[in-house]
């Protein structure tokens, strides 16, 4: 066979791998930015996935949970997504009440979470705790809580995230509002001075963090492991606060819209698998919603151990949410 018939299997050869790649179905995910990002879990997620379900896996990056759930209601039935991954316990009644999430299949046995869990629409992947992450090189005697924080010196400044696009920073508002119900308000106008800057996304908020333009930055207790594992680094601790901290569980769940139904409650099947929850701690930093057969890796027993865990019902958050944040809204007007 010459060198043209050679190239001319070639190249008919890849004309019908392309054809089939074509004709696989297609499951589109929305979810936040930092989870499709080449450090992130999606890349490893869509590989595992894709060697199950001869289908392709297309991860869309909508922006941090609260965003991506706005989005979902402007888009409504029309959207293209078959599931939403990376909403937590705090929007899941509102998104709920939207009525663009159908029921699962799963059972949800096997979970390991910190809290029972029961959800017909919603199904936790991961959870974890937030915090204020500092250099403990260069913060020496961090704040313990959030009056100390109040009472840090003038130049002393924080990175929070925005409440209204951030599952952040709707965490940081109903962690204030749970430590502080009737104080929330005289907190926030301590802690206006402090903050630096609010950012639309966690991704903005740690990258200032870590190229120095603040002190702390809000993130999770387990932020921390990253540097750890990664980078074998241990200069980066997260604050243990008196008050306690506020817990978060992500969950994801299938669209009633979906056009890919069945490959959609295969995913959800498969994000509690092992292959799933294996790669989690080690590209999403936080904990798995499902205890990995190997555990957890080298590193995390090194984390703080929140001394109080704080979290608002998933059916009163709503409600929590609108005062909190016109309280937040107030003190950072002023």
Not at 125 to 137: E, K, P, R, S
Not at 229 to 234: C, G, P
Request: charged fraction near 20%.
């Amino acid at each position: 066979m010459n060198k043209f018939i050679n190239f001319a299997a070639g190249f008919l050869l890849a004309s019908v791998t392309t054809a089939s790649a074509d004709d696989l179905p297609k499951l589109t995910i929305y979810t936040y930015d930092s989870f499709v990002s080449d450090w992130g879990p999606g890349p490893a997620i869509k590989k595992a996935f894709e060697k199950t379900c001869n289908c392709e896996l297309n991860l869309v990056g909508a922006g941090d949970g609260a965003a991506l759930l706005s989005r979902l209601q402007l888009e409504g039935m029309r959207t293209q997504a078959d599931i939403a991954l990376g909403l937590d316990t705090n929007l899941t009644a509102r998104a709920a009440s939207t009525g663009l999430f159908a029921n699962h299949n799963n059972s949800l046995k096997n979970l390991n979470l910190p809290i029972d869990w029961s959800d017909d629409l919603f199904i936790p992947y991961d959870w974890g705790y937030f915090a204020f992450i500092y250099d403990n090189i260069k913060v020496k005697n961090p704040p313990k809580s959030f009056q100390e924080l109040i009472m840090m010196p003038d130049d002393f400044k924080i990175v929070i995230q925005d409440p209204r696009s951030s599952t952040p920073g709707l965490g940081l508002l109903l962690w204030v509002k749970e430590a502080y119900p009737d104080r929330a308000a005289e907190i926030w106008e301590g802690l206006a001075p402090k903050i630096l800057t609010v950012t639309a996304g966690w991704s903005e908020a740690y990258g200032m963090f870590t190229e120095g333009e603040a002190d702390m930055v809000l993130s999770y207790t387990t932020s921390p492991a990253y540097h750890i594992i990664a980078e074998n680094d241990e200069t980066k601790s997260a604050a243990n606060f008196d008050e306690g901290h506020y817990m978060q569980i992500e969950v994801a769940a299938k669209l009633a819209s979906s056009k890919n139904p069945v490959l959609a409650d295969k995913f959800l099947e498969f994000m509690t698998s092992n292959d799933f929850q294996s790669i989690i701690p080690t590209t999403n930093w936080m904990y798995p919603a499902v205890l990995a057969k190997n555990g957890l890796p080298d590193g995390f027993e090194k984390l703080i151990s929140p001394s109080k865990s704080l979290l608002i019902p998933s059916d009163k958050a709503e409600n929590v949410r609108s005062e909190a944040l016109s309280e937040w809204l107030t003190a950072l007007s002023q």
